[in-house]
């Protein structure tokens, strides 16, 4: 059974601080990683895409990827309130397919 | 960029009917297309694959039966909720990849409530 895992929080952070998620997956030949925010009743938008070792960076967004303790994470710098959402950690197990299999989802709540 | 639409965005029926919900891809061809199922405060489960010109293949625990997927043509596929019943009240995502691996355009999201 192919599997993500995510602490559903939810996770209280003050405005300009940093919010930390993690992710962790079951398959260790998973080979791309993504991290979407999802608003109440809407669909998911993607904030970032891994597939290296290592950190990368888009602006306030930093994901992290260690393939050899098969876990991701995702950092918030400067949270805003505006970030209040649920992040969902997704992975790509099928590289035939492109169908994601998501975490339950981190609830993050960024307070003024 | 790409879109996805979903219609209709929120469909409110009686138990033991059929709801039909469509993704269309409106700018771009899509020979594979994902529908995804959430219940409230859940993931998102994938339900199926939809590829056009064949049938759908549906992940373990899906009643094909219920859950009838048609990929029309290559920018749209259909989900139909046959006989309907209040446990199949969820929120229902389709998706389409793009051609970079990265890439999956998302619908809007279809709200279905079986009273």
């Known amino acids: 059974q192919k599997e993500v895992e995510q602490n559903s929080g939810p996770l209280s952070v003050p405005e300009g601080a940093i919010a930390s998620l993690n992710c962790t997956y079951s398959?260790?030949?998973?080979?791309?990683f993504f991290w979407y925010r999802q608003y109440s009743g809407k669909s998911p938008e993607l904030i970032m895409f891994?597939?290296?070792?290592g950190d990368k960076e888009d602006g306030r967004f930093t994901a992290q990827l260690n393939k050899a303790s098969q876990y991701v994470s995702l950092l918030i710098r400067d949270s805003q309130p505006s970030d209040s959402a649920t992040y969902l950690c997704?992975?790509?197990?099928?590289?035939?397919?492109?169908?994601?299999?998501f975490g339950k989802g981190t609830t993050l709540s960024v307070s003024s | 960029g790409a879109v996805v639409s979903q219609h209709p965005s929120r469909v409110i029926c009686k138990s033991g009917t059929s709801v039909k919900i469509e993704c269309r891809s409106l700018?771009?061809?899509?020979?594979?297309m994902f529908w995804y199922r959430q219940f409230p405060k859940q993931s998102l489960m994938l339900m199926a694959t939809?590829?056009?010109?064949?049938?759908?293949?549906?992940e373990q625990g899906v009643e094909k039966d219920k859950f009838l997927i048609n990929h029309a043509s290559l920018t749209l596929s259909t989900l139909t909720v046959t006989s309907a019943h209040p446990e199949d009240s969820s929120f229902y995502i389709c998706?389409?990849?793009?051609?970079?691996?990265?890439?999956?355009?998302f619908g809007p999201g279809t709200r279905l409530l079986v009273l």
């Open positions: 398959d260790r030949g998973s080979q791309s």
């Open positions: 700018d771009f061809q899509a020979t594979t």
């Open positions: 891994i597939y290296s070792n």
């Open positions: 998706s389409a990849p793009g051609l970079a691996l990265e890439t999956q355009y």
């Open positions: 939809s590829n056009e010109g064949s049938k759908a293949t549906y």
């Open positions: 997704a992975v790509i197990f099928n590289q035939a397919g492109t169908a994601l299999i």
